[in-house]
């Protein structure tokens, strides 16, 4: 059993910056990829990010290329998200997710862990 907690969202205005964290507990955090997903109203959940166990291989989606950095600190048992130069379509309820496997993933359906969410708002 994996428990993670989102936290670090809020309010920004466009060109700003915010650093999402994400807390795990549970024994197996250690042992796969993680990956940070987003929805904002009236949409899908979206893929955001991920990176492996490792910390070796990240994947972003086009729109947040260059803008937004993930990294984790196994020994924390944390993963981050760094977003700079946010813009207001970054609006969503941003959340974190785990997967058993060692392996970087995109796709929701691979995740077998996820947080509650943070909302990060854009301003213009």
């Known amino acids: 059993q994996v428990q993670l907690v989102e936290s670090g969202g809020g309010l920004v205005q466009a060109g700003g910056s915010l650093r999402l964290s994400c807390a795990a507990s549970g024994r197996t955090f250690s042992s796969g990829a993680m990956a940070w997903f987003r929805q904002a109203p009236g949409k899908e959940r979206e893929f955001v990010a991920t990176?492996?166990?490792?910390?070796?291989?990240?994947y972003y989606q086009d729109s947040v290329k260059g803008r937004f950095t993930i990294s984790r600190d196994n020994a924390k048992n944390t993963v981050y998200l760094q977003m700079n130069s946010l813009k207001p379509e970054d609006t969503a309820v941003y959340y974190c997710a785990a997967r058993l496997t060692t392996t970087a993933s995109a796709n929701t359906r691979e995740y077998d862990y996820w947080g509650q969410g943070t909302q990060v708002t854009v301003s213009s």
């Open positions: 990176i492996s166990w490792s910390g070796y291989r990240t």
